[in-house]
């Protein structure tokens, strides 16, 4: 199962990101997709998406940009572990991430920020 994560403060940014994002599945994939939306700062979807990982019923989350799950680093940095741990792969920008790489990016601007 594919989960596309799509945060945006109106129904037509919501409706671009996830077209943008569903634009990178294969034919197959489509019909194992579930959209999680948050619109504004409500984040249920997002937490159902969590739990939907947790419970290994997602094996690919498909996003836009990283900046959509959160702003705040240390938030970022325990999605990716989450998604790390039950072996999901990210997928930003229709590109797949490297988890370590990504995790060390960012651990780095956060060291720069508190120096």
Do not use: H, P
Not at 14 to 25: D, M, P, R, S, V
Not at 67 to 92: G, P
Request: hydrophobic share 35%; aromatic share 6%.
């Amino acid at each position: 199962m594919i989960g596309i994560y799509v945060k945006a403060n109106d129904l037509v940014s919501e409706n671009e990101q996830a077209n943008f994002c569903e634009k990178g599945l294969k034919s197959d994939e489509k019909s194992k997709t579930t959209i999680y939306s948050d619109i504004g700062n409500c984040r249920i979807e997002l937490k159902n998406l969590i739990e939907n990982v947790k419970a290994g019923k997602i094996k690919k989350v498909i996003c836009s940009e990283l900046s959509r799950f959160s702003r705040r680093n240390n938030e970022i940095i325990e999605l990716l572990d989450i998604f790390n741990e039950n072996n999901v792969r990210l997928v930003i920008n229709n590109e797949d991430i490297d988890y370590s790489i990504m995790k060390r990016v960012i651990l780095d601007i956060n060291e720069i920020k508190t120096t």
